[in-house]
């Protein structure tokens, strides 16, 4: 019989309580009667069959009663259902579209074989990381904790023959890269290690996407030669449609050459490295083995590696490390919004369970349990939840595409996040736990109140413990809603800042188009010259151009080309870096970005490579390494030793974006450039209108096509929108924390209104009875008003704590903003207090209207 | 309870076990073993209700105003304190009735075509 009591628990305790002695006394009955060792056991198998069918039964009915009820009680109070599923779906639909976007970028694997031992390695001077030199990796390669090293570094190629010419990304790597990754082409075949020794002119892997858009999907490409750069390269494989390595732009794979390989400049660090760990070696010993490669490294090259070591870094963390803080910020952001939406809705649950309490009475004497009561009052919990949960999904579908501007576009991955069943399973699991947590100490209470007894009419309710838990949710509320408000300030100050800051040159109608100028046609001055001349010519023709210049590349587009500078007449060591950033231009480049010229002169077409070598330096150029001297007229060199002498002096330049520090800046002249200087060759075409600049698009590229019909025309862009690009995954996470900010602070006023609500009309009487001895209207009033502002105080401060630590967590995004920023938090604290007031302000005036007479009469 | 022929119509069918319960409950008021005792008894063994489905039905049929628990017990004698008993409501006896006549009906209509032999 202990097995059939046991089993009776299966029941819902209120059922078993009811029946369960009786249906003991029955199957006491059947056993008697039943003879024989089979027989018994066939009796207790059946009863357990029947116990388990009929507890289910059993649950359902009550469940459907529950909902019934449920429905019932939500229709009859649409206006509390309604804001209850609206800040469910709010809390959990801003959860479910972070979650979707932080998966996609930094949890979910990364589609190559055994992804999780996949590592990238850097250099790592202090402070820093750098790409990697050929021996250097060389060296690495000899690392043990590998099962496999491969290297690849960035490269592009002009495609000519294919209709348009076509700029194409590229990556150069070593043969053991792809089966590295575990991904066979999907056809032909990978490289071998041998073609390496025919360098650039080996064979190319094509992308799925160029293979579909500039080849027709051409099932016969393999073996077929192609014109890259003007030679011909013979396509041996294809990639499949979902392979992308190292970025999704990348359309061209080639071999590093052998040259390349066995190359032996030190310096010459622009390699990126990644190895496979073997399995059961863990990143950390592996890390231990790298820095004891490192060391080996230090003590072969003391000068140029001094201090510097080796970072190994979890693949899947290097390509997201960019976007990280962000999206932990706005998880962060969202956990707080979801944490006051339950805080609230527990309050409103508890709020209306007091006023719900005779009719809680009166199925308790109907013969409602406590556990009935529990349970009716957690389904209805859920029910909310769910109804929240469905609308917070179709809130986070609405929210997807803004947030997908979060993923970075380093990411080796071409779909967006998307609400995919990974996700509904985490909104799923959110929703049920969201309707636990607001709906598990109403529910409590809600039978603890049995146990209070004196219900009778008249009695007062709140007070004491319960009115403890409903100002600790309170509190809750406006801390979490203070820890939102500051954050969003603080990264809202950040991103005024960086807008605010001066990039050194005008944005304003400034067309950007890169003509790459590669091939072995454009490596001689004779061929060079002409081209810029044409076009820019050509285009200075064109009605609305109002001026045009070439650079080697625009600011911000390429953030590279830092060279060691040596001004004459002073020592330098390695660790003071004196170095520069440093562009080929035509003349005019700094009238077309209206780049003030300070002192001295622009180059000029007569700067040419027989006459001594000029530039033209940024005035942080010219203060670091001449202060308080006059620079025109000083020489300084590069490492190629040619000396140059600075004519102009020019403002500086925000090289790496409004968001960093910049290196000074050094012009050089662009026909006094070497020829091997492919790189820096002036590639960006700089075009200042007085029209809107993207109305000159089909001129420009008629002017292209007549100086070089073989010429591809790529990255068309404004100099505003390149300036932009830089904040815009900032902007879009502060329109997103100043929303949540806006809802926590709304949600955190209605808390504080719900609770004085609640105080004053369950102190009706004794606020009657105090104005009747004699209280003024102006007491009443304070004493409402400093409990909320009692309840705004105790979750304030705490807040602001807690907001500090976390923008100090998030300090690298505050752009040089501090995390105790002063206006930031008198700002918050300004708007706490108008959310008190707002929140006080009907329930005080309701206190302070309140007329004795009528407090007595009904309360008799 | 005040009942209604809409209100009737609304339980039928009724699951087996209640229709059977009801008429266990026709002439006499019984305790919940006494019911499945009578049932067994009533259909020559061949339906034994099971404590659970015993019960979990008694719940419903509460809930509906089929039965009600009837305070009148048996002689002390003859009477275990622990048992409840339960008397059918005149409202049970409309449902009981109604599916009654609609099971009769049934077996008309399956006269009529042939496939009720005898008589039943």
């Known amino acids: ?860 | 309870m005040p009942y209604t022929q809409t209100n009737v119509d609304a339980l039928l069918p009724l699951p087996a076990a209640t229709f059977h319960i009801l008429i266990a409950l026709a002439k006499e008021d019984r305790h919940g073993y006494a019911v499945i005792q009578d049932v067994e008894q009533r259909t020559g063994g061949e339906i034994r209700l099971s404590a659970g489905t015993l019960y979990r039905s008694i719940q419903r049929m509460l809930e509906q105003g089929l039965l009600r628990e009837t305070r009148d017990r048996p002689a002390p004698e003859l009477d275990d304190e622990r048992r409840r008993y339960y008397r059918i409501t005149p409202f049970g006896e409309a449902v009981a009735r109604a599916e009654a006549r609609r099971m009769a009906e049934l077996v008309k209509m399956a006269r009529a075509q042939g496939l009720v032999l005898g008589k039943v």
């Not at chain 1, 073997?278 to 490192?294: C, F, K, N, T, W």
């Not at chain 1, 505003?720 to 904040?727: E, F, G, P, R």
């Open chain 1, 1 to 860: 019989m202990r097995f059939y009591s046991a089993l009776l628990h299966l029941y819902p305790a209120s059922f078993r309580a009811e029946y369960g002695e009786e249906m003991r006394s029955i199957v006491a009955a059947r056993r008697r009667e039943t003879k024989g060792t089979i027989a018994r056991l066939v009796l207790w198998v059946d009863t357990t069959l029947e116990v388990v069918g009929n507890a289910i039964a059993v649950h359902w009915d009550i469940l459907r009663q529950d909902l019934r009820f449920t429905a019932r009680t939500l229709t009859r109070s649409p206006g509390f259902a309604l804001t209850a599923i609206l800040v469910t779906a709010l809390g959990i639909g801003a959860n479910t579209a972070a979650f979707s976007v932080a998966d996609f970028v930094m949890l979910r694997q990364l589609p190559y074989a055994g992804a999780d031992r996949l590592v990238k390695l850097w250099e790592a001077p202090p402070g820093g990381t750098n790409q990697v030199s050929a021996p250097v990796y060389r060296e690495w390669k000899t690392a043990k904790s590998f099962e496999a090293m491969a290297a690849y570094h960035g490269s592009a190629f002009n495609l000519v023959g294919q209709g348009d010419p076509q700029r194409l990304a590229g990556s150069a790597v070593t043969a053991d890269l792809l089966p590295m990754l575990g991904v066979r082409p999907m056809l032909g075949r990978f490289f071998n290690a041998s073609e390496a020794a025919e360098g650039n002119t080996g064979p190319v892997v094509l992308s799925y996407h160029v293979w579909e858009t500039q080849f027709g999907s051409d099932p016969d490409i393999v073996g077929r030669p192609i014109l890259l750069d003007g030679s011909p390269r013979v396509v041996i494989g294809v990639m499949p449609n979902d392979f992308h390595f190292p970025t999704r732009e990348v359309a061209v794979w080639t071999l590093i050459g052998v040259d390349e390989l066995r190359e032996d400049d030190v310096d010459n660090t622009w390699w990126e490295v990644i190895g496979k760990l073997r399995p059961g070696v863990s990143r950390e010993q592996a890390a231990a083995e790298m820095d004891l490669i490192g060391r080996r490294l230090q003590q072969k090259y003391p000068e140029q590696l001094e201090d510097v070591g080796v970072f190994v870094n979890p693949l899947r963390a290097d390509f997201s490390d960019q976007s990280r803080l962000l999206l932990l910020a706005l998880s962060g952001a969202a956990a707080c919004v979801l944490l006051i939406a339950c805080a609230n809705l527990a309050n409103l649950l508890l709020a209306r369970g007091l006023t719900r309490r005779k009719e809680i009475l009166v199925r308790t004497a109907l013969g409602a349990g406590r556990e009935r009561l529990v349970r009716q009052s957690m389904t209805e919990s859920f029910v909310l939840a769910a109804l929240g949960g469905v609308l917070g999904v179709a809130v986070a579908y609405a929210a997807l595409p803004l947030l997908t501007r979060l993923v970075p576009t380093t990411l080796p991955v071409s779909d967006a996040p998307s609400i995919d069943p990974r996700v509904l399973v985490f909104a799923a699991v959110l929703t049920a736990l969201t309707g636990i947590a607001f709906g598990a100490l109403p529910a409590w209470r809600s039978a603890a109140r049995l146990d209070l007894g004196g219900l009778h009419d008249g009695a007062r309710s709140g007070g004491g413990r319960r009115e403890w838990a409903r100002s600790a949710l309170v509190t809750a509320e406006v801390m979490a809603s203070v820890v939102l408000l500051i954050s969003a300030g603080l990264l809202m100050r950040a991103l005024l800042r960086i807008q605010s800051v001066d990039p050194g040159f005008k944005t304003e109608r400034v067309l950007i188009l890169h003509t790459a100028l590669t091939g072995a046609r454009y490596d001689t001055a004779t061929h060079r010259n002409p081209f810029y001349q044409n076009v820019l010519e050509g285009v200075r023709a064109v009605p609305g151009v109002a001026s045009a210049a070439y650079i080697t590349a625009v600011p911000i587009e390429l953030q590279g080309g830092v060279w060691s500078v040596f001004p004459e007449g002073q020592a330098t060591t390695r660790g003071q870096a004196k170095n520069a950033t440093s562009r080929f231009v035509t003349p005019g480049y700094f009238e077309t970005l209206g780049i003030p010229i300070r002192r001295g002169r622009d180059v000029s077409d007569t700067d040419e490579p027989g006459q001594p070598r000029v530039a033209v330096v940024s005035e942080s150029f010219a203060k670091r390494y001449w202060p308080n001297e006059d620079p025109i007229g000083r020489r300084f060199g590069f490492p190629d030793t040619v000396r140059r002498t600075v004519v102009g002096v020019v403002g500086d330049v925000r090289m790496r974006g409004p968001d960093r520090v910049s290196e000074p800046q050094v012009y050089l002249a662009y026909k006094q450039i070497e020829d091997d200087q492919d790189v820096y060759r002036p590639k960006d075409l700089v075009i200042r209108s007085s029209v809107p600049p993207t109305t000159l698009i089909p001129a420009v590229r008629r002017i292209v096509r007549q100086a070089d019909p073989q010429q591809p025309i790529s990255n068309i862009k404004t100099m505003s929108a390149i300036v932009s690009d830089v904040t815009a995954a900032r902007s879009v996470q502060v329109r997103v924390l100043v929303a949540f900010a806006a809802v926590a602070f709304l949600l955190a006023a209605i808390g504080i209104h719900g609770l004085l609500s609640f105080t004053v009309s369950s102190r009706r009487h004794e606020i009657g009875v105090r104005m009747a001895l004699g209280a003024q209207r102006s007491q009443i009033v304070y004493l409402i008003m400093r409990q909320g502002f009692l309840l705004a105080a105790v979750g304030v401060v705490p807040g602001m704590f807690i907001a500090y630590a976390a923008g100090r967590a998030m300090q690298s995004l505050l752009a040089g903003v501090e995390p105790a920023d002063t206006i930031t938090f008198i700002g918050a604290g300004a708007l706490c207090l108008v959310m008190t007031l707002v929140g006080s302000l009907v329930p005080t005036l309701r206190a302070a209207r309140v007329d004795p007479a009528t407090a007595f009469r009904a309360d008799t």
